[in-house]
């Protein structure tokens, strides 16, 4: 008798402001009832550490894996640093996630081979060269989307992610084009 496979639960990271018509589209290819979501406005913003605890215990409990959705701006929210840290935690209550990013078309690096590095959430370009987060381009495939998840998923107890960087205390400024190391 077979067993039938558990179906991964995925929060996705993403720039509210640029990316939202690709995480709804994501939500649809990978199944909406399978993509949990968030909403948190600038006013609970104002701790990183405590919104790092009250997302891991309310959100990313009850996931297996996160998508980051990379943009133009994406690297630039402070969100979405402390997002991608929370996500990276572990402790006895909520284990560590796997962690996929993926370029949009909407970056000029789309499809080119290699991506921008200073143009990506540093924290995603600390655990990329010791393999903790994968990237890829953009892809209207749901079965890519699960194909990565699950490897994500396998791989995230294997190894340590680096969470060396301070987390973001504020926006980026639009006019900054990159990061510097």
């Given at each position: 008798?077979?067993?039938?496979?558990?179906?991964?639960?995925?929060?996705?990271v993403?720039?509210?402001?640029?990316?939202?018509?690709?995480?709804e589209?994501?939500?649809?290819?990978?199944?909406?009832?399978?993509?949990?979501?968030?909403?948190?406005?600038?006013?609970d913003?104002?701790?990183?550490?405590?919104?790092?605890?009250?997302?891991?215990k309310?959100?990313?409990?009850?996931?297996?894996?996160?998508?980051?959705?990379?943009?133009?701006?994406?690297?630039?929210?402070?969100?979405?640093?402390?997002?991608?840290?929370?996500?990276?935690?572990?402790d006895?209550?909520?284990?560590?996630?796997?962690?996929?990013?993926?370029?949009?078309?909407?970056?000029?690096?789309?499809?080119?081979?290699?991506?921008?590095?200073?143009?990506?959430?540093?924290r995603?370009?600390?655990?990329?060269?010791?393999?903790?987060?994968?990237?890829y381009?953009?892809?209207?495939?749901?079965?890519?989307?699960?194909?990565?998840?699950?490897?994500?998923?396998?791989?995230?107890?294997?190894?340590?992610?680096?969470?060396?960087?301070?987390?973001?205390?504020?926006?980026?400024?639009?006019?900054?084009?990159?990061?510097?190391?």
């Amino acid at each position: 008798m077979e067993t039938e496979a558990k179906a991964l639960k995925v929060f996705v990271v993403a720039y509210d402001g640029e990316d939202k018509d690709y995480r709804e589209k994501f939500a649809k290819m990978f199944g909406e009832a399978n993509v949990l979501t968030a909403n948190y406005k600038e006013t609970d913003l104002k701790d990183g550490e405590a919104f790092i605890a009250d997302f891991r215990k309310s959100i990313l409990s009850q996931t297996d894996v996160c998508f980051v959705l990379i943009g133009e701006n994406t690297w630039k929210r402070k969100l979405v640093d402390w997002e991608i840290c929370a996500a990276m935690r572990d402790d006895a209550d909520v284990k560590r996630k796997g962690i996929i990013a993926l370029i949009l078309p909407t970056r000029e690096d789309y499809q080119k081979g290699h991506f921008i590095r200073y143009t990506i959430p540093p924290r995603l370009y600390d655990n990329y060269p010791n393999g903790y987060v994968k990237i890829y381009n953009w892809k209207e495939d749901a079965g890519f989307f699960q194909r990565i998840a699950e490897k994500a998923v396998s791989r995230k107890d294997m190894l340590v992610p680096n969470l060396n960087r301070p987390l973001y205390s504020s926006n980026k400024s639009q006019a900054v084009k990159k990061w510097v190391k």
